[in-house]
């Protein structure tokens, strides 16, 4: 994660922090063998959103929306992986997706079916920086691919 001294304090930045720490979330509950999305909220909140870690300061977070957007995945998971699967193009399958590009497009999913108030466009970017921060390869481009798939399914309109 980026230190607190190199991001600004505003909002944006923020939810984008809450994004990227829903999405390390969502891959730990998606490697654990009994996940518990409370319990790893809890240990997000108490030890990473806006802490000191391993001598790093993590960016303050926007808690509702990252609360929101695990929650809201795991709540919603058959639904979302529903659309991801249909989503996916070629020989691409769930099944072969790795866990940190599947916690990805999951979240991307969530705001996109759950989330109208934020807009398409805003949705495929903030998720393709996500991507950007854990890939240097062609992952990001197939977030991008895969949410503007689900944006067709889920929302009416050109990408706004």
Known sequence: M?????LPRDTGVSRSTSRLAA??????LASTEEPVPALVISEFRAWRLGKEMDGEMYAPADEALFIDIVNG???RLAVIDGHIGAALTGTR????LERLVLAVVR????????????????????????AHAFFTGKEPGFVNGV?????RQVRSGPAR
């Open 147 to 151: 949410l503007d798939n689900i944006s």
């Open 107 to 130: 979240a991307g999913a969530y705001e996109m079916i759950a989330r109208p108030d934020v807009p398409t466009a805003v949705v495929i970017n903030e998720y393709m920086d996500v």
């Open 23 to 28: 999405v390390q979330a969502l891959y730990q």
């Open 73 to 75: 995945v795991w709540e």
């Open 93 to 96: 399958t769930m099944d072969r």
């Open 2 to 6: 980026m230190a607190e001294s190199t």
